[in-house]
């Protein structure tokens, strides 16, 4: 059974400072998926990281993977108010027949001004 | 694009009605994807279909549920009768793996908040 795992479960930062939510997974997978989600809306994808030692940047966040580890890590600069959702990661296997995304338990994240 | 369309975005319900859950998928995605949303569960796959055609519906809860996809631009989640543990946010999300750079990136649509008095 493919297993998800981020942490931290909660997370509260200042702004201005940088963090890293960290995503592991239990077997092997090329592919990572990030989504963002607000209070009371839907999910939004983020990154789509498809090889080993992918790396993707969005504004104030880049995400990258390593699947010898099985870790992927959605790392934050800066961070400004507006960042504050709900991420999630989600892992899948590369072979037809597979196309379901597997969810971790979400990471909220709170910036504080 | 729309995107994926869902509706009722609001249903509230008495213990033991039936409810239907309505989805649209973005055009030309040949994947559709059940979830339910809950504070204690996290976020739960329920069924998912290609080409209409029903794949994994494992985590269909109980005999209550049924899901259909009559057509490639259509489907349902119905729960008879209904229970207030049924209370939750409903999703659906539908992806085209055949876009090798998205691998099976999912859209979601806006979700369905169910509540069962």
């Known amino acids: 059974e493919l297993k998800v795992e981020q942490n931290p479960l909660f997370l509260s930062m200042q702004e201005g400072k940088n963090y890293t939510i960290y995503c592991n997974y239990s077997t092997t997978s090329d592919r990572l998926y990030w989504y963002r989600q607000d209070p009371g809306k839907s999910l939004e994808s983020l990154f789509v990281l498809l090889s080993n030692g992918a790396v993707k940047q969005e504004g104030r966040l880049m995400a990258s993977l390593d699947t010898k580890a099985r870790l992927s890590t959605l790392h934050i600069t800066a961070a400004v108010h507006d960042l504050s959702a709900t991420y999630f990661c989600a892992v899948d296997r590369a072979n037809f027949g597979n196309e379901k995304l597997t969810f971790g338990t979400g990471t909220r994240l709170t910036i504080i001004p | 694009d729309a995107g994926v369309i869902q509706s009722p975005r609001h249903e509230v319900t008495e213990m033991g009605q039936e409810v239907t859950l309505r989805c649209k998928p973005i055009s030309g995605h040949d994947y559709l994807f059940w979830y339910r949303q809950t504070m204690m569960r996290g976020l739960e796959l329920l069924i998912y279909?290609?080409?209409?055609?029903?794949?994994?519906d494992s985590g269909m809860p109980e005999d209550r549920f049924s899901a259909k996809m009559p057509n490639a631009s259509f489907s349902t989640l119905k729960i008879q009768p209904s229970e207030p543990r049924d209370s939750a946010v409903y999703f659906c999300?539908?992806?085209?793996?055949?876009?090798?750079?998205?691998?099976?990136?999912?859209?979601f649509g806006p979700g369905t908040r169910l509540t069962v008095l």
């Open positions: 999300a539908s992806s085209s793996p055949r876009l090798a750079e998205r691998g099976n990136e999912q859209f």
């Open positions: 279909f290609n080409n209409n055609v029903p794949i994994d």
